[in-house]
């Protein structure tokens, strides 16, 4: 992400994906300088849909905040919330726990939609916020960016976001501006899910 950052001559276009305003937090906090940031909700494995109302409302809720503290002019897109997309991309794999490849399944549909949408829309880069929680594996999401922006030939914001602090500082900035801050990833499938 340095490299792409240093080759910057001017701010360029973000879509980023979030999903939620905690993971959000450190990642706009760090890309806020260099990117025209637009976050894009589209999180159809949150279940239940009153969990997903509440990350949408608080991940507003933070926007609004840093627009209004840094004076950044950061917007707010929501995707279509269907869990039925969730369910047929993780199909068969519903049981194989957190961390295996139904998540890697679930970042491609999330990541997809947000390259779709920022292609369509003629933004520079397309993004995602996922990588800064240490339970989701950074390299399988970089793997996807890259096919992805190959298919569809827009630019990856490739990055590890949980690098250098990112995730600790996630954890600071969610405590000084008191986000709501849930205790599972998303779908309700483990029984254990942390
Ligand atoms: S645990 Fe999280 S990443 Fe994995 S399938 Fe469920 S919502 Fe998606």
Redesign the pocket.
Known sequence: MKEIILGLKQKKNLLLHSCCAPCSSSVIEKLSSYFNITVFFYNP?ILPKNEYEKRKKEQINFININNEKFNNNINFIEGDYDPNIFFSC?TGKEKLG?GSV??KE??KMRIEKTAEYAKKNNFDFFGTTLSVSPHKNSNWINEIMIEISNKLGIKPLLADFKKENGYLRSLELSKSYNLYRQNY???N??KNNH
């Open positions: 494995n993780i957190e139904r998540c679930c970042y990833c998303g779908c499938l483990d």
